[in-house]
């Protein structure tokens, strides 16, 4: 879990959650790293869905990333920012249901723990009001 | 550039803009540290669908004319120690942008 860094926030005044240009976030961090096969899929899928398909627009996707709380902005990489956005804008317009990306999931993890692999139980927030449930 | 059907751009290459000092609502391109700042128009970019209509699916028509307009980096920012000339450039969409006129300390 990356650092909570909210804090730099304070003088925000009121701009929205992705709009830091100006505060002091310290230092750039310019090391270069490998993607994560995953990372790469949620890219492939992005660009074939807003640029091929036409399922959303890339500025639907920035106006979900946007609807972060600042803890959530914060704490996620920018591949969970996408992936996050992928799966509510997949849900949003209709492709799949809710219900069948939570009963694939359920089948997945199965599948990974029966294989002996790594699964997370912990579940990606949709909204501020489904966390609080 | 993406030449789509719009409204005809409004503001020439070397007017005096200023960006709009308004609230976001929603998905917005438009950086909150240039709002109600002034600046000079260099060059037309072309003519874009409203990222803020296609950010909820809608088609984003007319489409609007996005300019990039260079801004003093001393007009930003209150402490800024760097050379005088050093300047900003950013893509701003024409309905952010409005005349400018002089303000009473210029």
């Not at chain 1, 799949?96 to 599948?111: F, H, N, P, Y």
């Not at chain 2, 128009?41 to 260079?70: C, M, N, W």
């Amino acid at each position: 879990m990356p650092e909570k860094k909210n804090e730099y926030r304070a003088e925000a005044g009121g701009r929205t959650v992705h709009d830091v240009g100006g505060l002091d976030f310290g230092a750039v961090d310019f090391d270069e790293h490998d993607l994560a096969l995953w990372e790469r899929r949620v890219d492939a899928m992005i660009v074939q869905l807003a640029t091929k398909k036409g399922v959303f627009k890339v500025d639907a996707m920035r106006r979900v990333i946007e609807s972060y709380g600042e803890q959530q902005y914060d704490a996620t990489t920018y591949y969970e920012k996408w992936a996050r956005a992928l799966r509510n804008l997949l849900v949003e317009q209709n492709v799949i249901s809710r219900e069948e990306l939570d009963a694939k999931l359920v089948e997945t993890r199965a599948k990974m723990r029966a294989a002996g692999r790594e699964a997370s139980s912990e579940d990606v927030p949709w909204n501020e009001w489904d966390e609080k449930k | 550039m993406t030449m789509e059907h719009g409204t005809p751009p409004r503001y020439a290459k070397g007017d005096k803009v200023r960006v709009d000092d308004r609230d976001a609502i929603g998905h917005c391109r438009t950086p909150w540290f240039l709002r109600g700042r002034t600046g000079t128009v260099v060059s037309i970019q072309g003519t874009f669908r409203d990222p803020e209509r296609l950010a909820y699916h809608y088609p984003g028509l007319p489409a609007l004319p996005l300019y990039k307009v260079r801004f003093n980096q001393r007009d930003l920012w209150p402490d800024y120690n760097g050379p005088e000339h050093d300047q900003l450039e950013a893509d701003i969409y024409e309905n952010w942008l409005r005349p400018a006129t002089p303000a009473p300390h210029e």
